[in-house]
């Protein structure tokens, strides 16, 4: 299965879960995360198709780096993370800031502001 806006695009990649930022607080279904879990725990956990279709990841260039948005793919992110994974397979859709900003409106400019991180055993800080 594949979404609209990423149904033409081929290339999949792994993104480190810190690497990408999710604006939208989810809503989830334990239940559906259990189930995408054990999908990925019957699968080899080095193959591309592990079972899951991968999240569809926004891609701003800005200041000669690369920021990734996701803002669906909340279950699949969680069974991701809950697994073990250190990386998240994604499809990556090029967007230019003005595309972003149709995404999340007058929250825009705190977008690309770094992440703080206050001591080695803190959690990262979303902006």
């Known amino acids: 299965m594949t979404s609209i806006q990423t149904g033409n695009l081929n290339r999949i990649q792994f993104l480190p879960f810190d690497s990408i ?3 939208i607080v989810p809503v989830l279904d334990e239940a559906k995360i259990e189930r995408m879990i054990e999908t990925l725990k019957t699968t080899d956990p080095e193959a591309l198709d592990d079972g899951l279709p991968p ?7 800005k200041n000669g780096k690369s ?4 803002f669906g793919g909340c279950h699949r992110f969680q069974a991701y993370q809950r ?8 499809k990556i859709v090029p967007v230019t ?3 972003l900003k149709m995404y999340v409106g007058g929250s825009f400019d705190n ?3 770094e992440r703080v ?4 055993d803190a ?4 902006a």
């Open 123 to 126: 959690q990262v800080t979303p």
């Open 83 to 90: 697994t073990g994974k250190k990386t998240v397979k994604c």
């Open 97 to 99: 800031e003005s595309m």
């Open 21 to 23: 930022r999710r604006p």
């Open 67 to 70: 920021w990734y948005f996701g």
């Open 55 to 61: 999240i569809d990841v926004l891609m701003v260039r």
């Open 111 to 113: 977008m690309f502001k």
């Open 117 to 120: 991180v206050e001591s080695a």
